[in-house]
């Protein structure tokens, strides 16, 4: 058989970029959609996660653990999703990195099951991404919590200049409660710049009286949820920065203060 590499295909330039603009809308709308049928199947959680206590909204956080609808519209997306899980592969590459590097960072116990802490009779729990337990000399005490984020560029820069602790305060909160209830007394989070592979480091030390804190809210929106009410508004008004981003937004305004 001889090829004629001579040959025309009859489509000018324009054309072939529009056949290929509507097979990449065809191709990912398919994606799309079966990530959001995969997520739409997975259980709900029955309880208050760690990573979402230091949400700054806690009537937020008590639509959360009450299950309630989010807004028309306002469920993950497929764009969403794929970020999601992006970012369990980005943790798998950060491990293997760091595994080679010499740290001894553990992802699973005894059990073969991650890291984690049951409390408030099973309605405050948290999976912790890993546990250093030894390492290259670098100043940390080890066994060291470990937790990998892997943020955009902006995100990561702003983490960078700014700290855990301002930039990132759900973050911070997540960390200073896993230490808390996982019995370790330093964390280290390492943050993957989605965009360039960049790895920031920072070590987070341990806050007891910031943890209570944060355990005692646990406990007072897992009341709430119970009880069926609802904590104030972050916001006396609805286009506060926070709330325009909410996925409750509209219930949340719908119903009396």
């Not at 056949?19 to 259980?43: E, F, K, P, S, Y």
């Not at 764009?79 to 999601?84: A, D, E, G, K, N």
């Not at 005490?141 to 984020?149: D, F, G, N, Q």
């Not at 996982?182 to 989070?189: G, M, N, S, T, Y």
């Amino acid at each position: 058989m001889i090829l004629d590499l001579n040959h025309q295909s009859g489509l000018v330039y324009g054309r072939a970029a529009s056949v290929g603009a509507d097979t990449t809308a065809r191709i990912n709308a398919h994606v799309d959609a079966a990530l959001v049928a995969r997520n739409r199947q997975q259980r709900p959680r029955d309880y208050l996660g760690g990573s979402r206590v230091g949400e700054a909204c806690a009537r937020k956080l008590v639509y959360e653990v009450a299950h309630m609808p989010k807004d028309v519209g306002r469920d993950f997306d497929g764009s969403i999703l794929r970020i999601f899980d992006a970012g369990h592969q980005f943790e798998a590459l950060s491990i293997r990195w760091l595994r080679q590097a010499g740290f001894d960072l553990r992802d699973r116990g005894a059990d073969g099951e991650q890291f984690s802490f049951v409390a408030a009779g099973g309605k405050l729990r948290g999976h912790a991404d890993g546990v250093i337990v030894t390492g290259p000399e670098i100043g940390i005490r080890w066994p060291s919590l470990w937790e990998h984020k892997a943020l955009g560029q902006k995100s990561w820069t702003d983490l960078v200049k700014r700290g855990l602790r301002l930039s990132k305060p759900i973050y911070f909160a997540q960390v200073q409660l896993y230490m808390a209830y996982l019995d370790l007394e330093v964390a280290l989070l390492t943050a993957l710049n989605r965009d360039t592979l960049a790895l920031h480091h920072e070590v987070v030390p341990f806050e007891p009286a910031e943890a209570q804190q944060l355990s005692d809210r646990a406990v007072d929106i897992l009341r709430a949820a119970e009880a069926g009410e609802l904590p104030a508004r972050i916001a006396q008004a609805r286009d506060f920065y926070l709330c325009r981003f909410c996925h409750y937004a509209a219930r949340c305004w719908e119903v009396p203060a």
